[in-house]
């Protein structure tokens, strides 16, 4: 059975493997993004300081739930995020684009973060999945192969002691029967020479 199950073990590791890959790369992918988004915030450092961070903050994280390679990982569908209401004409000119990049700040951190997850899920699923490739190939599959082998040799030992049992039984009950024969003889010989 384990030697029918190891090659649906070793593609979902494959798959797995694949998955671990991209999710690494987008996670990477993701974090370049948000340290130039976060660049991008730095070069306005002076005026941050005049900024009502709390404008921005998030509101729903929307997550769905999708099997990769038969694990099921969380997949983010939707961010929402809540600006508060400030006055239009007393706020800077720049709180609009200071709104678009904390906004574009909180996606990518949340998106991520979901990357990291994903990743978290993926590796320990793909790692489980090596163990039990390594467990089928490297220690139960050649036990159990060892194991018939023993039960083998056994059964041929113990089918050769049969058939030598019953060799030496046979020739034992040809030399008794020899010798009643021959007693049988040496006794009709000397009935009829007394008669």
Known sequence: ?????????????????????????????????LEQQIAGYESLYALWGEFDTSLVSLKDVEIDR??????????????????KPFGVFSAPKWYFDGINLLQGL????VEREFA??????????RRKTTQKVNL????????????VRKIKR???????????????LKSLQEKRKAKEEALDASDDSQKGGAA
């Open 1 to 33: 059975m384990r030697q029918r199950t190891l090659p649906i073990i070793k593609s979902k590791e494959t798959a797995l493997r694949l998955e671990v890959k991209k999710c690494k790369e987008e996670a990477t992918e993701l974090e370049k993004k």
């Open 66 to 83: 999708k099997k990769v390679a038969g694990v099921t990982v969380p997949v983010l569908t939707n961010i929402r995020l809540e600006v």
């Open 106 to 109: 909180a996606k990518t951190a």
């Open 116 to 125: 990291l997850a994903k990743l978290g899920l993926l590796d320990h699923a």
């Open 136 to 147: 089928f190939e490297k220690v139960q599959i050649p036990g159990f192969q060892e194991a």
């Open 154 to 168: 056994f059964m041929e030992d113990e089918e050769n002691l049969s058939k030598s049992s019953q060799k030496i």
